[in-house]
């Protein structure tokens, strides 16, 4: 039994409603419903009654939820008593990030956990990577976040979520019930590719490299919601990192047998500059939060 599991027990048994749980929680509705279905495994008896979709807080719930307040109020209690005496309270973290969709569900469950930490985060264009490495190395935050190595001396890099690099079809195509494909396979295909410059473009190129390909390139974009959105349409295939708890797309991944296919993402900050307890504590997090998500 976690921690987590009982803030999001918690909010469900408050809204008896799990896809509005799951917006408040900002997490997958999916993986919410896997995360209180592995807590009442692990009691041992259902805490909901299920009717179509709609859930009601049964007898053990009911019992259960005012345990689960006492415990989380002493637990918050000592938190702040903590936070006040080592400047949690009064904490705050910059962060510039390459890929703000990865990290914001893990923002929103930390700041459940530490109210009153403040954030400023700021989007780095992919391409931009200088401007995340010049602003680490300014001093102007903290923490970086993002699926490209820096590879500079001085900066040291953890990663804290590994994920699978999956080919993209579009509804309809040839491939779509292959389910696991050799990327050579895939030489004669019209691929959506990022542009030149963006750092999961040299990933891509050394993927096909790696399988001795080479691509005919159909359209370039610049962000992930445009790649998608073109597959989606039908105008090609495309590369896409997925993980467990993502929201299923409306298109196939098709999973690549040869080469190994992967991307990590790390948290990165300067060696030599002080880290605050409440950036420390948000490493710690992260590497907690995304081991606990491909868990779902």
């Not at 917006?23 to 807590?39: D, G, V």
């Not at 102007?140 to 590879?151: N, R």
Request: glycine content about 6%; overall charge negative; aromatic content about 8%.
């Amino acid at each position: 039994m976690e921690l987590l599991q009982l803030h999001y027990f918690r909010t469900v048994a408050r809204l008896e409603h799990m896809t509005k749980a799951a917006e408040e929680l900002h997490i997958a509705q999916p993986a919410l419903s896997k995360t209180i279905a592995r807590l009442e495994e692990d009691l041992g008896v259902p805490l909901f009654d299920r009717q179509s979709r709609k859930i009601r807080l049964n007898t053990f719930g009911k019992a259960f939820l005012g345990k689960v307040e006492t415990a989380l109020t002493v637990l918050d209690e000592g938190r702040r008593e903590v936070a006040d005496l080592a400047g949690m309270k009064r904490g705050s973290i910059a962060i510039a990030t390459t890929t703000l969709n990865r990290l914001s569900k893990a923002l929103g469950a930390f700041r459940l956990m530490y109210p009153e930490i403040r954030f400023r985060i700021i989007q780095i264009a992919p391409a931009s990577m200088e401007d995340m490495v010049q602003l680490l190395e300014k001093g102007e935050v903290d923490l970086c976040f993002g699926a490209a190595s820096m590879d500079r001396p001085g900066i040291r890099e953890m990663p804290v979520l590994h994920s699978e690099v999956f080919l993209a079809v579009p509804p309809g195509h040839p491939m779509e019930n292959r389910g696991c494909i050799s990327l050579h396979e895939a030489a004669d295909e019209p691929f959506i590719e990022y542009k030149e410059g963006h750092p999961f473009r040299k990933m891509n190129e050394e993927l096909c490299q790696a399988a001795g390909i080479k691509r005919l390139i159909a359209c370039e974009v610049e962000d992930p919601a445009a790649l998608s959105s073109l597959v989606q349409a039908g105008l090609g295939v495309a590369f896409v990192p997925a993980c467990k708890g993502d929201e299923e797309p409306l298109y196939t991944h098709l999973q690549i047998d040869q080469p190994d296919c992967h991307r990590d993402f790390m948290i990165s900050w300067l060696e030599k500059r002080y880290i605050s307890l409440a950036a420390r504590e948000f490493q710690r997090f992260l590497v907690h939060y995304f081991s606990e998500l491909q868990k779902t």
